[in-house]
């Protein structure tokens, strides 16, 4: 069964400091992978995915296939960046259910 | 935020007792889900539906029965409510099952099972 594993619950930096959060996963096929966002006191939503190769809100995120990685990086964290981050993956041929890893918290200290 | 509201968005129960959650969209999409969300673990997906009678399991379906008899309304049923089901309730909705499409979620509900 596929696995996605974050190995860091929290994740603190200041202002201005580069961070990245890590995502790994276990699956032999090819999947999708996403990060998901939840900021404090709003939904969940799509922070940006593999397939699309770009770069949301200064983020960007690289499928390692050899080390079965998505770690998400952003060079210099805004206090605004500070939320809940979830690395997800799908399976192309299991439909768009998503298996989520438990997730990173990032506070950004001014 | 997409269409999609969720109803309690907060309840305490006791345990042995019926809860139903409700997801409402005003998307039209066809697809739909269900999470739960704990500490460490994430979201885990509890059961999906791809149509109006169509509804299938997820990762962690035992405990819950669900029912969609209209594309807007998705049913999240706890027949008899245990304190492992305290958690927070996430609907997702996509226009789409293939894989890598956006889901977009709800606001979630905040469940207590005393």
């Known amino acids: 069964a596929q696995r996605v594993t974050q190995p860091e619950k929290l994740l603190s930096v200041f202002k201005g400091a580069p961070v990245e959060l890590k995502c790994n996963y276990s699956?032999?096929?090819?999947?999708?992978l996403f990060w998901y966002v939840q900021y404090s006191r709003q939904r969940l939503q799509l922070l940006l995915r593999h397939i699309s190769r770009e770069s949301i809100k200064g983020f960007t995120a690289d499928l390692n296939k050899g080390e079965t990685s998505f770690h998400l990086k952003k060079p210099f964290a805004q206090e605004e960046d500070s939320a809940m981050y979830y690395c997800?993956?799908?399976?192309?041929?299991?439909?768009?259910?998503?298996?989520f890893g438990g997730g990173t918290r990032v506070l950004v200290k001014p | 935020d997409a269409g999609i509201t969720q109803s309690p968005r907060h309840k305490v129960t006791e345990t042995g007792t019926p809860v139903t959650l409700r997801c409402h969209q005003t998307e039209n999409h066809r697809y739909m889900y269900w999470y739960r969300q704990d500490p460490g673990h994430g979201l885990r997906l509890i059961h999906y539906?791809?149509?109006?009678?169509?509804?299938d399991k997820g990762e962690v379906s035992d405990g819950y029965s669900v029912s969609r008899s209209k594309t807007e309304d998705f049913l999240l049923t706890l027949e008899s409510a245990t304190s492992s089901q305290t958690s927070v309730y996430f609907c997702a909705i996509s226009e789409s099952r293939t894989s890598g499409e956006t889901q977009y979620f709800g606001p979630g509900t905040r469940l207590l099972v005393l």
């Open positions: 997800a993956l799908s399976r192309r041929a299991a439909g768009n259910k998503l298996t």
């Open positions: 699956y032999s096929g090819s999947p999708e």
């Open positions: 539906s791809y149509g109006v009678k169509d509804t």
